[in-house]
């Protein structure tokens, strides 16, 4: 079945050990999202890709980035996470801009 | 601004009751609607959508919503729930003008035996 995966589901860091989170999609989307969903909230859209544009939120701290080496792969990367990073972080990916999104099961981070 | 307003926080309903959540959207320009659904430490799961057409859209597990635009709402019904609805309710916008997707804060169903 196509689908959008997340790995791994449950990640464990330390404060200011660098960390990564992967994504990979198998319906060929062009549009790659990532989301922190912190507890009891929405979730929070950090950037996307579109094809090979990056599209950075405003307010998305400089500690995120992301990478996008194809069209399948999507990685996020927090270069010193902080204790107020813990949370879950949700991949979407959407056929092209102003279509539906759809969601990865999402990875949640602690930050010890 | 746009925005997504989900009016309750918390719902609670018994097995076999009907149910209703609540969205309303602000927007100045059209907009596409969804309900999503969120199992606890999972992903969000498209329940339904509306794009154009029919105001009443039907969805996975029983649900339906219908399209109001005159008073600006999306909500989700469902007229006997399960307690295997019990989860996290986002509804969300997507303006036609850009791809970003305005959440609500959620509601959360429990469904009491």
């Known amino acids: 079945d196509a689908m959008v995966i997340q790995n791994p589901r449950y990640q464990v860091t330390q404060f200011g050990k660098p960390v990564t989170l992967s994504c990979s999609q198998t319906l060929n989307h062009n549009v790659m999202y990532w989301y922190q969903q912190k507890s009891s909230q929405a979730p929070k859209l950090l950037f996307h890709?579109?094809?090979?544009?990056?599209?950075n939120e405003a307010d998305t701290p400089d500690n995120f980035q992301s990478r996008r080496p194809n069209t399948s792969f999507c990685f996020l990367d927090i270069r010193s996470p902080g204790l107020g990073d813990a949370a879950m972080y949700l991949c979407?990916?959407?056929?092209?801009?102003?279509?539906?999104?759809?969601f990865g099961p999402g990875t949640r981070l602690l930050v010890l | 601004a746009q925005s997504v307003t989900q009016l309750d926080s918390q719902v609670p309903v018994f097995e076999e009751a009907p149910v209703e959540l609540r969205c309303n959207y602000s927007s100045s320009v059209s907009v596409y609607l969804f309900w999503y659904v969120q199992y606890p430490n999972q992903g969000l799961q498209l329940l339904l959508k509306y794009l154009s057409g029919s105001t009443l859209v039907k969805g996975i597990n029983g649900f339906e919503a219908e399209f109001n635009k005159s008073q600006t709402s999306f909500h989700l019904r469902k007229p006997s729930v399960h307690i295997s609805d019990t989860a996290e309710y986002f509804c969300a916008a997507l303006l036609n003008t850009g791809n970003q997707f305005y959440f609500g804060t959620g509601t959360s169903l429990t469904v009491i035996p």
């Open positions: 979407a990916t959407s056929r092209d801009q102003w279509e539906t999104q759809y």
């Open positions: 890709y579109y094809d090979k544009d990056f599209n």
